[in-house]
């Protein structure tokens, strides 16, 4: 890709950086301050929503001490990432073309359409494991528009 996005395409993961206080969060509000003052468009698949409500529900599950939310912890973080400008695309084929990554990427199919492949790339910077899974996305499939 040449010049700036004009749209990035987000995964679950890195928008509930925005939200939560988690490793890489400050790096994560760095990257959406940059396409934010770029006026570079989120878009997501349809079911990167639901995904981060799963997230933000597990972690009530969890002890505090161990990323664990409470209740009204996780209510307010639920309004938070419903206030995040997120445009959900509906592309057909689209359970289809998460499938086949899964398969390539060797990751549950469930993860592959909003989750970029992170564990995968190792324990290097932020910025480095995107642009490698980003990479890594791209060379497996010959037909992303990424």
Known sequence: MSGKPGEVCVDAGLLLKLVLNEPDSARAEALFGGWRSAGVRLIAPVFCPVEMDSVIRRKT???RDQGGL???QAELVFAAVQGIPLTVLTVEGQRQRAWELA???GLPPFTTPTTW???SCGSVSFGRRMRGCIESVRESCRTCAI
């Open 61 to 63: 599950t969890r002890p």
């Open 70 to 72: 409470t209740e009204e």
């Open 103 to 105: 398969k390539v990427l």
């Open 117 to 119: 492949p992170w564990q």
